[in-house]
Each structure stands twice: as C-alpha cells, then as structure tokens.
C-alpha cells in the first residue's frame, strides 16, 4: 500500500488490538427508514465514542452527522434497489471525487455472487478498486450470496475469495460454520463480520467472540446494536469482546450494567 492509503487503513483498525468495531447505519440506502434510524443522528451520537469506524451513506452523513465528528468514514458508495426489488440490481452511486470531498477513509459497495446481477456487482468492486489505488483509499467489499445459495464456509468463501481476487483491501461478510476456512481463503486481507439481521444480545455477543477466535479482524454491526433494548451497553460489550478480549458473560455483564 502506499502511504496514504495505509494512512487512511490504520484509521480503521484500532492500533493496540490490530482489529476494529464498525458501527453501520447504511441501512437506509435500501430498506428506507429502518427501525432505529428514523432519526439517525440521535441513534448514532451516543454510540459514537465505542466505534472505530462508522459506515454510512453520503446523504445520511451530510444530513445527520455533525462535521466535527471525528470517527473514520467507511462510506457506502452502492445502490440503486429497494427492499421491493432484486437486490443484486446495483450501481456506483457516489463518485470518487466526492468521497475524497467527505475525507472517506475508505469506499464500500456490495458484491451479490450467485445472484442476478453477479457480474454488474463484480464491476462495481473492480471500479472501485481501480479508483482506490489511483487515489490512496481503501475498499471494503460487502458481500452476499444469492437467495438459492447457503450461508456457509463454501459460498462465502468463494464470494470473499473473489473479492479479495478482484482488489478488495478488507472483506465483509457473514459469520459460519467453519468461519476460519473463509478467513484462510481472504490470505492477508482483514475479514469483519456482518450482523445481520437483530438478534438476542447473548447470541450476537457469541458470534462476535467466536468470529474473532476464527480469525475474524472485527465486527461491522448495526441492528444488533441500534435495536437492542440498550443501543450503549451493547455497543460497549461488542468493543470489549472486540479489543479487550472479554468473554462472553464478561461482555453480557457490560451490556446488563451499563446505563440505559
């Protein structure tokens, strides 16, 4: 990497832990006002200072988000479907210049393998990355498996695999069975795991633990933390499993404990 984008990498990942927490709140770009992001700054601010980095849409970020904030962007740059329609159907939606204007550390969009639209997502993350290395910024590639496929080590391995492939400096995607098998298959590219759809905090808190013993360079969540019952305590638990190397019934303490 050259400087400036090792620059824009080490923003990201926490130095002491070598590993990063993600707080994502892109949701919007396809699924409009998601539950818990009807007012996303006043959902974002408080969880703010446990993230490293904070994944976001250029709209939302200039709308919701005050310029004195000083978090890392990791900014969503894909799109073009709704919920009511094929999600693999998307395009680049925000050009480089202007994430270069937001100060991005680094560029996202996702890559639909096995779904309709395979080949334009492909292309999408070839583009960026081609954009990336002429201006020093890192890509994140989000990835996703198509409906008839199995979220297992076989598909998101060969969907991370080709990302990594294609350019991708950091890989996103879903946690499994055998996870370690999809890490091997990412090399020296840093894999977080995404955290889907809400889940019961003890169970989001063991798939980050575990995800992590996998060899999983951190987590990227958003549901599992803005629709939680407690958004602060759970955004603290999922930093402690991630950079102090807290248990799971040490993070549930935090998450129990820490002021609504």
Not at 15 to 33: E, I, K, N, T, W
Not at 43 to 62: K, N, Q, S
Not at 103 to 113: D, F, G, K, W
Not at 207 to 224: H, I, P, T
Request: hydrophobic share 40%; net charge neutral; aromatic share 6%.
């Amino acid at each position: 990497m050259e400087w400036g984008m090792k620059n824009r990498f080490s923003r990201i990942m926490n130095a002491q832990s070598g590993r990063c927490v993600m707080l994502a709140v892109d949701h919007g770009y396809f699924q409009g006002p998601t539950t818990g992001l009807e007012n996303l700054g006043k959902t974002v601010e408080p969880l703010l200072p446990f993230a490293d980095a904070l994944m976001i849409t250029r709209g939302a970020l200039r709308n919701w988000i005050p310029a004195e904030m000083n978090k890392p962007i990791v900014l969503r740059v894909s799109g073009g479907q709704s919920i009511l329609k094929e999600l693999s159907n998307e395009i680049i939606t925000t050009s480089i210049e202007d994430a270069i204007r937001i100060n991005a550390s680094a560029i996202t969009c996702s890559v639909y393998v096995g779904g309709e639209h395979e080949k334009q997502t492909i292309q999408n993350l070839a583009e960026l990355v081609n954009q990336g290395e002429a201006y020093g910024i890192p890509v994140l590639a989000v990835t996703a498996v198509g409906k008839e496929m199995v979220r297992d080590a076989r598909y998101l391995g060969l969907a991370c695999r080709m990302c990594v492939e294609v350019g991708a400096h950091m890989v996103k995607t879903y946690y499994c069975q055998d996870f370690q098998k999809v890490v091997e298959a990412c090399g020296n590219v840093p894999v977080v795991i995404a955290g889907g759809k809400k889940i019961e905090e003890k169970a989001a808190l063991e798939m980050a633990y575990n995800a992590l013993q996998d060899g999983a360079a951190g987590v990227d969540m958003g549901r599992n933390v803005f629709q939680s019952d407690n958004p602060v305590g759970m955004m603290k638990a999922v930093k402690a499993v991630v950079h102090e190397k807290a248990s799971v019934s040490e993070a549930l303490k935090i998450y129990k404990s820490s002021a609504k």
